[in-house]
């Protein structure tokens, strides 16, 4: 069982940035993603980032002001997240894989237990 353990929320004012990271157990490397949910929302992909670290974004929302990347021999990812607005308030979440750096929830076997991202106004 992987074990992923997020890190790296808070709050922060409009325009701000924050880094969050996701740090999975074990030596084996998986595909990893960034979701959120906002409430009353269902969960929306953010980011994902293949084994040997090729990126991959969601549209518009992100573009341009998040940027994920990897540390294999830390077994982590993170996201650099710029110009934040209060729109992506949420509770972030990653997510690992072996089935490839989807877009799709289903494609991801293990979730961490979520960070708190809340940007004011």
């Known amino acids: 069982q992987v074990q992923l353990v997020e890190s790296g929320g808070g709050l922060v004012q409009t325009a701000g940035s924050l880094r969050l990271s996701c740090a999975a157990s074990?030596?084996?490397?998986?595909?990893m993603a960034w979701f959120r949910q906002a409430p009353g929302k269902e969960r929306e992909f953010v980011a994902s980032?293949?084994?040997?670290?090729?990126?991959?974004y969601a549209e518009d929302s992100v573009s341009g002001r998040f940027t994920v990347s990897r540390d294999n021999a830390k077994n982590t990812i993170h996201l650099q997240m710029n110009n934040l607005k209060p729109e992506d308030t949420a509770v972030y979440y990653c997510?690992?894989?072996?089935?490839?750096?989807?877009?799709?929830?289903?494609?991801?076997?293990?979730w961490g237990q979520g960070t708190q991202v809340t940007v004011s106004s």
């Open positions: 074990g030596r084996a490397l998986y595909a």
């Open positions: 997510a690992a894989g072996l089935r490839g750096a989807g877009s799709i929830p289903g494609v991801y076997d293990y």
């Open positions: 980032i293949g084994r040997s670290g090729g990126p991959y």
